[in-house]
């Protein structure tokens, strides 16, 4: 970490120079060490010195050092230092609570938690899945990772004491429990958003997506990645994911069909699964 200084030339040829707190870091894609900025302090004409000499003498403190400003006497009155940590104390590292307290309090206010516990528990396993799902849901809220990202990086960041005994293979088997029970999912999550936040099913609004796979072939017998043409023009390996909302904008259900299936074929699947949840009297509109 250091102070970085740039500058910056006017059209008239004056030249302005600015103050950042600066780290290096390498970019994974490009393998090019990159200049990270943590705080901008500003111009440089701009800038207090006594909060620059603040600063020195914060770090100094943790430390151990002493900084002896010469020009503090003649240019600026003696700054006051910031009280620290207490010579006993050594602060060792902190952990995000906030964010991560409200997602699992909402986890289990829809009754998510206690619905994958169930689930866990009648197929037999003693691993704790519903854990592993929440620990991949609050990354993807907080801070996107990849499955092995959640498990090898973000997890020793947040305050998740639940999830410490978690295994990576867990994630992936994570996932499989919940593809098989994806629609008991689905349905009580979204009867309890409905409960909680009364929400309105006398419009369901349904659409189709693609998403397509960097592949040269298509899945064999009954794998979802087909080759179709894409929402973008391309002609590719991909899926249909569709998706139904109340007039809000709040997910319904959620369908995942072969990549080849046309849209107006999955209308009455979605019809009749819809159905089957027993809304109401409600419209379906799609485009």
Not at 21 to 36: D, G, Q, T
Request: hydrophobic share 40%; net charge neutral.
């Amino acid at each position: 970490m250091y102070l970085r200084t740039t500058t910056r030339q006017n059209k008239d040829g004056s030249k302005i120079t600015y103050y950042q707190l600066a780290h290096n870091v390498r970019n994974p894609e490009s393998k090019v060490v990159e200049a990270n900025i943590i705080y901008n302090f500003g111009r440089a004409d701009k800038v207090k010195r006594d909060d620059l000499v603040r600063l020195c003498n914060s770090i100094a403190r943790i430390c151990g050092l002493t900084v002896h400003d010469n020009l503090g006497c003649e240019q600026s009155e003696p700054s006051k230092e910031e009280p620290g940590l207490p010579e006993d104390v050594k602060f060792i590292r902190s952990l995000e609570l906030g964010v991560i307290f409200v997602i699992e309090a909402l986890w289990e206010r829809l009754g998510i938690g206690s619905l994958l516990r169930s689930v866990s528990k009648e197929s037999g396993n003693k691993i704790p899945y519903d854990k592993a799902l929440l620990a991949m849901t609050a990354n993807r809220l907080c801070e996107p990772e990849s499955k092995l990202g959640v498990w090898d990086r973000w997890l020793a960041k947040v305050y998740m004491p639940s999830c410490r005994e978690l295994k990576l293979a867990h994630m992936y088997e994570a996932l499989d429990l919940l593809y098989k029970h994806s629609e008991d999912v689905e349905k009580a999550v979204f009867f309890q958003a409905a409960k909680l936040l009364n929400l309105d099913v006398d419009i369901i609004f349904y659409d189709t997506t693609t998403a397509s796979f960097s592949i040269d072939y298509e899945d064999e017998d009954s794998g979802l990645r087909k080759r179709g043409k894409s929402k973008d023009g391309t002609w590719s390996p991909q899926v249909v994911v569709a998706l139904a909302v109340t007039r809000d904008g709040l997910p319904v259900r959620s369908w995942v069909f072969p990549g080849n299936t046309a849209d107006v074929k999955t209308v009455e699947q979605v019809k009749s699964d819809l159905k089957g949840w027993k809304l109401g009297r409600a419209l379906f509109v799609g485009d």
